[in-house]
C-alpha cells in the first residue's frame, strides 16, 4: 500500500528531506518523521487496547508523522513489564487493535507495533520473587537502584515458545490491519539480554560466541517473517552498544546488521545503551543529549542497505533534518517532541517553527506519571488535568467504533 503524500510542503527548502516518502519493505509512508515507540500505558490492565490510547495514536497521525510506531506491546503475559501494557497474545486481541490500526490509516500513517518480551524486567516488581523471569541466564542484576534481584535461566522450551509467541503475535498484528512490526532487541529487555556477553553466559546453542548470542534475535525474526506475508513491514531496535565492560559493542551490532538484512529485516531502529547501563557515571545524562544516537545510527546505516530511522533528542527540526542529510540514515525518530506536540510534522511542514511546543522539562513528567498513564509537562493545563489525551483540540467525533 502506497499513501500518497497529504502535507502541504512549505517554502523552507531546509526541510524537505523531512518531506520526502519512506520506503520501507514494500509500503511506503508519507515522510520521514517516525513516531517512535513511547510506554504511555494508556491501555488497561487486562492488556487490551482502549479508546484514550487510539486517540493517542490517531493524534500523532493526524498532526503528520509518516509512521506510528506504538509503545512495546509483550507477545505474551510472563513477558509483559507494566500494569497498564498492551498484550499481543490471543485473538481477543484483534478488535481493539483492528481499531486502532484503521485510526491511524485514517490520518494518513503507516502503523506499526512495537513487540516486546521484557525478559528480566517483567512485572510486576513488587512481587519479583513470585513466578520466572525469563533470561538468558540466572545473572543478578539492579532491578531499581536499591534492589537487585536474580531472573531465571530461561530453558530450550521456553525460547521455542517464546519465538513461536512473537511470531503469532506479529501475526495478529498483520491481521489487525498493521503495517508492520518493530521488534525490540534492546533496553536490555529478553532479546538483547541474549545479545549481551554480560547477561548471556549459556554454553549452549543460544550462548557462547556471537553465533550463538544472536540466534534468538534471528530465529525470532526468521519466525515473524514465516508467519506473515512479504509485504509486512519487519523492523529491528536494536542495541547498538551497551556501552560497558565487557557488553554488547557497536563492532557486534554492525556484524549482525548484514545478518538482519539476510533474514528478512526491512528496517532497524538503533538504540545505544540498556536500562542497566544508561545509569552508569559514564551514560548518566544520555538520553537529554542532543542526537546521542547519531553515531551509533550512522554507522548502522553504513553496514547495511537498509532504511535506518534514528531517534534521540532531535527534536529541532533543523536537527531533524540536518541527521538525514549528514547521517546516511533514512528517517528521523521523535518520541517526547511528539508527545509534547503532536503537530510537530504539520508546523515543519508549514514553516510554523515558532508554533511548536517543545519538550523541554528537567525531570521528565513523562517518565514519572508513566506507570499510571503518561502526562507531558508541555502541555496545555487543560489537557494535563484531563490527563492522558495528548492536546488540546482533539476531536471527539474522531473516534467512533
Ligand atoms: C516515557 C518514555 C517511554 C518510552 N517507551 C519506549 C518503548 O516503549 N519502547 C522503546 O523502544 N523506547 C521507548 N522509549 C524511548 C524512546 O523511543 C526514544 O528512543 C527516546 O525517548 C529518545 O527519543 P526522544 O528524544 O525523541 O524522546 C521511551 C521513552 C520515554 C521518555
Ligand atoms: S513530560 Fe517533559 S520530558 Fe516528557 S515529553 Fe513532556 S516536556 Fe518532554
Redesign the pocket.
Known amino acids: 500500500m502506497t499513501l500518497v503524500p497529504d502535507l502541504p510542503q512549505g517554502n523552507d527548502t531546509a526541510f524537505t528531506a523531512l518531506f520526502t516518502p519512506l520506503k520501507l519493505g514494500h509500503r511506503t509512508a508519507r515522510n520521514r518523521i517516525v513516531h ?5 500505558c494508556y491501555g488497561d490492565a487486562d492488556g487490551n487496547v482502549t479508546r484514550p490510547q487510539i486517540e493517542h495514536y490517531a493524534r500523532r497521525a493526524q498532526g503528520g508523522a509518516g509512521t506510528v ?4 506491546f509483550a507477545v505474551n503475559a510472563s513477558g509483559r513489564q507494566m500494569r497498564l501494557q498492551n498484550l499481543v497474545d490471543g485473538e481477543q486481541r484483534l478488535p481493539g487493535l483492528r481499531r486502532l490500526a484503521d485510526e491511524v490509516h485514517r490520518h494518513g500513517a503507516l502503523a506499526m507495533v ?1 513487540l ?1 518480551h521484557a525478559g528480566r524486567y517483567a512485572g510486576p516488581w513488587d512481587v519479583y520473587d513470585s513466578r520466572r523471569r525469563l533470561a538468558p541466564s540466572a545473572v543478578p542484576f539492579p532491578l531499581t537502584s536499591d534492589r537487585t534481584v536474580t531472573p531465571q535461566e530461561i530453558t530450550p522450551e521456553e525460547i521455542e515458545e517464546t519465538i513461536t509467541a512473537f511470531g503469532q503475535a506479529a501475526h495478529l498484528c498483520e491481521r489487525a490491519g498493521f503495517d508492520g512490526v ?1 521488534l ?1 532487541a ?2 536490555g529487555f529478553l532479546i538483547s539480554g541474549f545479545l549481551s556477553p554480560r547477561t548471556n553466559r549459556r554454553t549452549d546453542e543460544w550462548g557462547g560466541g556471537f553465533d550463538g548470542r544472536v540466534r534468538f534475535l534471528l530465529e525470532v525474526l526468521r519466525e515473524v517473517r514465516r508467519r506473515t506475508g512479504p509485504d509486512f513491514v519487519v523492523g529491528v ?1 536494536l542495541m547498538t552498544d551497551e556501552r560497558v565492560e565487557g557488553g554488547w559493542t557497536l563492532d557486534n551490532a554492525l556484524r549482525l546488521a548484514p545478518l538482519l538484512e539476510a533474514a528478512g529485516a526491512d528496517f532497524l ?1 538503533g ?1 545505544p545503551t540498556s536500562f542497566e547501563t544508561m545509569r552508569l557515571p559514564a551514560n548518566s545524562g544520555l ?2 543529549r542532543h542526537g ?2 547519531l553515531t551509533d545510527n550512522s554507522a548502522l546505516a553504513r553496514a547495511t542497505s537498509l532504511p535506518v530511522m534514528v ?5 529541532d527540526p533543523h536537527a531533524a533534518a540536518r541527521a538525514l542529510e549528514d547521517h546516511h540514515v533514512s528517517a528521523i ?7 509534547t506536540d503532536p503537530d510537530w510534522p504539520r508546523k515543519v511542514s508549514d514553516g510554523a517553527l515558532d508554533a511548536i511546543r517543545g ?1 523541554s522539562c528537567a525531570t ?1 513528567r ?2 514519572r506519571t ?1 506507570l499510571t498513564g ?1 502526562v507531558c509537562e508541555g502541555w496545555p493545563a487543560e489537557t494535563i488535568e484531563r490527563g492522558y489525551l495528548g492536546y488540546d483540540d482533539h476531536d471527539d467525533e474522531r473516534v467512533r467504533s
Request: with cysteine; aromatic share 8%.
Open positions: 517512535a515507540p513511547m510506554s504511555v510506531i506504538t509503545e512495546n512495537q516486546v518493530d525490540h534492546g533496553q531496535h531502529f538504540v538520553m537529554d546521542y544516537a531517534g534521540g533528542r532531535l527534536g525518530a521523535l518520541a517526547r517532541p511528539l508527545f519538550c521528565a513523562c517518565l508513566q503518561a
